[in-house]
């Protein structure tokens, strides 16, 4: 047997070769997830456990599985409304902070006596944690939702804004050197090099946003608001009914997969807008 | 050496103004924390219309800063930089530069990046005229193939050819090249130094080039301006290079007076203002 023949036998099709490669690449998440499961059911098979096990989490919240979308009046809701009611509530807080971060942080980028003033604040408003702000909100707007999106706002534009400025600030000095040779107009030079070598940035700031907002509705939620998940897991643990805490656990595990949506939605959305290779 | 027999007789070049370019005892301080740095002191030199200069010279002795004050990116601290009798107090296109990194937009193709330049000095000019103005551009250095590329898809050579046409397309009154082909392979270079020289005497624009390579100098040059070194640097000496043009490679190389000058420069940079990097 020739050494070819060997080779040509033990080749496999590249359709084969592509699904064992899939297959190789799930591997890995299949074995732990199940892994992660099986523990958690295991620990929780004795009859005094505080908290279902998977099966039993599935098995008591199938009613709110299979109709996300029933309306029983009031704040008694499918999960899925009150993700949408949630996802709302970002949607307005995250684009006003996205506008507001992308124009302060240029304006911060570029003119150094703004950013000399800013920084301070910027520093100090930017650890303050966004549950901090709820009171506050509360009392400013007298109105729950007005106030979940006040949270929203603080807590995402720190990110977009601290990004922006930077990203304006890195244009490569070439790039301006180009600029100044060709006397570009400043409508020139805002859209053919400074807004492009910034975009980049611009977007690890809004996906960094997108989960701080994620995190922020969720816990303002939990505090003071009428519908949205946050409000529906508080207000599954102040039932403390038979499957409350198995909706909990489903509700947390939404949140996760919604959250993880928000981010991956975002980080697409920059690809489309910048490519790598454009960097 | 300035003695030696001046250029070919048989030029019937059209009549060139003889102080088109003039430096006049230029002085470049530059405040440090341990007081004042003097880059240049008494720069001094008269370039006709037409003429293809090389600088050359150690690191660090003000070649770029130099050719940074004719481009204007820069002014002279006494003295000054007269194009046409007119003072340079900033960049322009028609001094326009070609970056030793190329300096193109990594978010353009090769014909956005020379189209930006054509659109920005061209203003009067209609669409369908600025088009062919970059395409006969990107003809010029052998890139049409490669028009609707970016640069990250271009090799180094490729990127120089793309950034010499955009200089080229916009037809500038001095164009100045910062160590143009420092980073590329010596063919490439080979090649790149011949259709510079092309395109050069078809145009007959005036050239300021910084290098760092004798051979390149002096197959280039009209004449190679040599710079004693840093602090307080100035022009050591101008060698009038008389090879008659256009030149040929291959016998230049084998005229022993090219030895002759190459002899000369190598012992002005190396033995009489030899860097001392030892100390």
Redesign the interface.
Known sequence: MTMNSAVRRSAPSPVVTALIKRGKSLLAPIVFVGGFLLIWQLLCLSPDARIPGPIRVVSETWRLIVNPFFDDGGTSKGLGWQILISLQRVAVGYTLAAIAGIGIGTLVGTVPFVRHGMDPIIQVLRTVPPLAWMPLSLLIFQNNDAAAIYVIFITAIWPILINTAVGVQQVPQDYKNVSKVLQLSFPEYLFNILVPSTVPYVFTGLRIGIGLSWLAIVAAEMLKADGGIGFFIWDAYNAGNEDSTSQIILAIIYVGLVGLLLDKLVAWVGRRVAPSEQR | MQTLENTSPMTATPPQVENFLEIKDVSKHYPTANGVYPVLDGVNLSVKEGEFICVIGHSGCGKSTLLNMV???SQPTSGEVLLESQPIQ????D???V?Q?Y?L????TAFENVY??VK??YKDKSKPEKVEIVNQSLEMVGLTAAANK?P??LSGGMKQRVAIARALA?NPKVLILDEPFGALDAITKEELQEELLKIWQRSGGTVLMITHDIDEALFLADRLVMMTNGPSATIGEILDIPFPRPRDRARIFEDPLFYELRNYALDFLYRRFAHDDKL
């Open positions: 481009a204007g990116f900033r960049p322009g296109p001094r326009m530069m970056f990194n300096s937009l990594p978010w353009k930006l330049a920005s000095v970016r990250a898809q916009i």
